[in-house]
C-alpha cells in the first residue's frame, strides 16, 4: 500500500499546497493578526511605534511575503518559492534523518 | 502570533532558545528513531502545505485576522508531539530567514509556543478525547485548545519582556486566539483530519487509540 499512495499523497499535498500559495495574496486578510491587533490595544502608542520601528535584526529577502515593485504576482512567487523550499527541507532532513532501517 | 525581534529583550530571547533547544534535539531523535522512509514525503507534504496555509490570513472580525499553526494536524498524523515540534521548527525557520514573518533572535520563543506549547497540548487533548469522541471532534477540540494556550503562553512572554500589561494582554490575545483557534485551527484541522480518515485510513495508525480500535475490531471478528 503505501509507497505508491505516500507518493499520492506527495503530489495532492504539493498541488494543494501550491494552489493555496496562489490564492492567498489574492484572499487572504489584509487585517493585522491577533499579536498585531493585541499589542495596539494594549501598548501604548509612542512604545508602539519604537517596536515597530527596531525592524527585524537580520533583513529578509522577502519580507512579508512579497518581492519588491512586483506586486501581487510577487506575493504568489514569493509565497510559492518558501512553500518549495519548505517542501526541499523537509524532504532533505527527512531522508538525512529518517530511521535506519 | 509570530513574535518580532523587537517585542522581546535579547537576554530573555536567549533563555527562550536555550528551553527551545532540547524540544528541538528529541524532535530529530523522534526522527531518527520513528520516522520510516516511506512517510518522508507525508512529512515534506504537511510541511510544505502548513507554510502555505500560514500566509492566508483569514479575517475573524475587530479589524484582525489569523492563520493556522498546523502542530496538532502534524502531530495528530505522525502519532507523536515531536513531528509537529519538528516541522514547525523548519517552517519556522524560513518563515524568519526568508520572510522577516517572526524575528530570529525571537524564533526559541516561536518554536516554544507554536511548535511545542501547541503540538503537545493539541496532540494529548486529542489522544485523551479520542477515547469517547470520534477523530473529527477530538481533533477540533485539541486544535483549538492547542492554538489557545499557546496565544497564552505568548502572552505571558510579552509580559515578561515588558512588551504588553498582563490583564489587558491576556483579555485581547486570548479573545482573538479563541476565534483563530475554532477556524483557523480547529476547523481546518477537523477537515484535513477527516478527509486522511477517509482517503488513507493507514496512516492515522499510528494514533495509539485507532490501533486499539482496530485490535477490538479484529478480535471481535
Redesign the interface.
Known amino acids: 500500500?503505501?509507497?505508491r499512495?505516500?507518493?499520492k499523497?506527495?503530489y495532492?499535498?504539493?498541488a494543494?499546497?501550491?494552489m493555496?500559495?496562489i490564492?492567498?495574496p489574492f484572499?487572504?486578510?489584509?487585517?493585522?493578526?491577533?499579536?498585531e491587533?493585541?499589542?495596539a490595544?494594549?501598548?501604548d502608542e509612542s512604545k508602539l511605534s519604537?517596536?515597530?520601528e527596531?525592524?527585524?535584526?537580520?533583513?529578509?529577502?522577502?519580507?512579508?511575503?512579497s518581492i519588491e515593485g512586483m506586486g501581487k504576482s510577487g506575493e504568489v512567487a514569493?509565497?510559492a518559492?518558501?512553500?518549495?523550499?519548505?517542501?526541499?527541507?523537509?524532504?532533505g532532513?527527512?531522508?538525512v534523518?529518517?530511521?535506519?532501517? | 502570533?509570530?513574535?518580532?525581534?523587537?517585542?522581546i529583550p535579547l537576554d530573555h530571547a536567549i533563555i527562550y532558545w536555550v528551553l527551545a533547544l532540547p524540544f528541538i534535539i528529541m524532535s530529530?531523535k523522534w526522527?531518527?528513531?520513528?520516522?520510516?522512509?516511506?512517510?518522508?514525503?507525508?512529512?515534506?507534504?504537511?510541511?510544505?502545505?502548513?507554510?502555505?496555509?500560514q500566509?492566508?490570513?483569514?479575517?475573524?472580525g475587530?479589524?484582525?485576522?489569523?492563520?493556522m499553526v498546523g502542530a496538532a494536524l502534524v502531530a495528530i498524523v505522525f502519532g507523536s508531539p515531536w513531528a509537529g515540534v519538528?516541522?514547525l521548527t523548519?517552517?519556522l525557520?524560513?518563515?524568519?530567514?526568508?520572510?522577516?514573518?517572526g524575528?530570529?533572535?525571537t524564533m526559541g520563543a516561536n518554536i516554544l509556543n507554536m511548535g511545542v506549547v501547541s503540538g503537545f497540548v493539541g496532540y494529548y487533548t486529542y489522544s485523551i478525547l479520542r477515547r469517547g469522541l470520534s477523530a473529527n471532534i477530538a481533533a477540533f477540540a485539541g486544535a483549538w485548545l492547542g492554538l489557545f494556550i499557546s496565544?497564552i503562553t505568548?502572552?505571558i512572554q510579552l509580559w515578561l519582556a515588558g512588551?504588553?500589561?498582563l490583564v489587558?494582554?491576556l483579555i485581547?490575545?486570548g479573545t482573538?486566539?479563541l476565534i483563530?483557534g475554532f477556524i483557523g485551527e480547529g476547523l481546518i484541522t477537523s477537515v484535513a483530519i477527516t478527509a486522511i480518515a477517509k482517503s488513507?485510513p493507514?496512516?492515522l495508525e499510528d494514533d495509539l487509540n485507532t490501533r486499539t480500535e482496530r485490535a477490538e475490531t479484529e478480535a471481535m471478528a
Do not use: W
Request: with cysteine; charged share 15%.
Open positions: 500500500m503505501s509507497g499512495a505516500n507518493k499523497f506527495f495532492f499535498g504539493i494543494v499546497a501550491l493555496i500559495a490564492l492567498a484572499l487572504a486578510s489584509p487585517d493585522p493578526d491577533g499579536l491587533s493585541a499589542a490595544g494594549v501598548v519604537d517596536l515597530e527596531s525592524g527585524p535584526v537580520i533583513s529578509s529577502p522577502m519580507p512579508d511575503y514569493a509565497i518559492a518558501g512553500t518549495l523550499a519548505v517542501l526541499a527541507i523537509s524532504f532532513f527527512g531522508k534523518f529518517k530511521k535506519k532501517a | 502570533m509570530h513574535i518580532p525581534d523587537s517585542f530529530v526522527a531518527k528513531n520513528e520516522l520510516d522512509e516511506m512517510k518522508v514525503p507525508i512529512l515534506a507534504a504537511l510541511a510544505a502545505g502548513i507554510f502555505a496555509i500566509a492566508m490570513n483569514i479575517p475573524i475587530m479589524g484582525t485576522s489569523g492563520h519538528l516541522v523548519l517552517v525557520l524560513v518563515q524568519g530567514f526568508a520572510f522577516a514573518d524575528g530570529i533572535t496565544a505568548c502572552t512588551t504588553f500589561p489587558s494582554g485581547a490575545m482573538f486566539h483563530i488513507r493507514d496512516l
